[in-house]
């Protein structure tokens, strides 16, 4: 039987460092955002110090990123990108290779944490609150103003994240925000992020992360009445570039 020690000690220091680094990181990185982050253009400051802490982390956690696109992707454009979600580490490696500027849609409970939440906030980072749907109308709003402002905006369409591996249901919000803007569809498919953190798993385990950059979708190929073949056709893109095969 192999000794599997050598790889706990490693995923023990790679926990221990994410967190001795993470916390003072988090705080220092949010409170510079939560300051300077209302500097035009509003969101990025706060992108640029997002992605220097998800760097920090990654860097400390020994977590390795490869990232590929099939074709180049505008720096100028803007666009809305929809991945796959399996691990809270699918957000950093995000926010370190997004290439253009982008704000995320993320869940409201995290703008509720001090300073943390401020950043988020100041940030222009859109809350998503799916049990209130008022709230999600105003959402929609924010995403559609972000957007207006020339920069990109980001869903995790599945909503949450995976506990197996498997690919959830598609909520509709990022494909009708597409749609009514006009603006091209990135689909975006992660692979490695569920073994370096799982869900449900305090234990950070090193190892590497692929993200891939799928071709863009133009929605206006659509349209409201095709909606549906929209979500399936991305839906589908997204398990390609992440390797996982759908099981419906």
Known sequence: MPDRSPHLLFSALATACAV????????????????????PPRGNVMLWCGRTWSKLLLAVSFTRLETSFEQPLS?????????NHQSYFDILALLAEVPSQ??????????RIPIFGWA?????????????????????AAAASRLQGGASVLFFPEGTRSYDGSFGKFERGGFLLALRSGLPI?????????????RGSLRVRPGTIRIHFGSV??????????RQELVDEVRERISVLAGMPLVD
């Open 75 to 83: 720096k100028d454009q803007s666009y809305i990108y929809l991945a």
């Open 102 to 111: 982008v704000r995320f849609a993320a869940k409201a409970s995290l703008f």
């Open 20 to 39: 001795v680094v993470g916390l003072p990181a988090t705080l220092l990185f949010a409170t510079l955002a939560t300051l300077f982050g209302w500097i």
């Open 217 to 226: 979708v133009d929605p206006a190929q659509f349209g409201i009445r095709r």
């Open 120 to 140: 988020l906030s100041v940030g222009g980072f859109i809350p998503i609150d799916r049990s209130d749907r008022s709230r999600a109308r105003h959402a929609f």
């Open 186 to 198: 990135v689909p975006v498919g992660i692979s490695g992020a569920r073994g370096v953190l799982p």
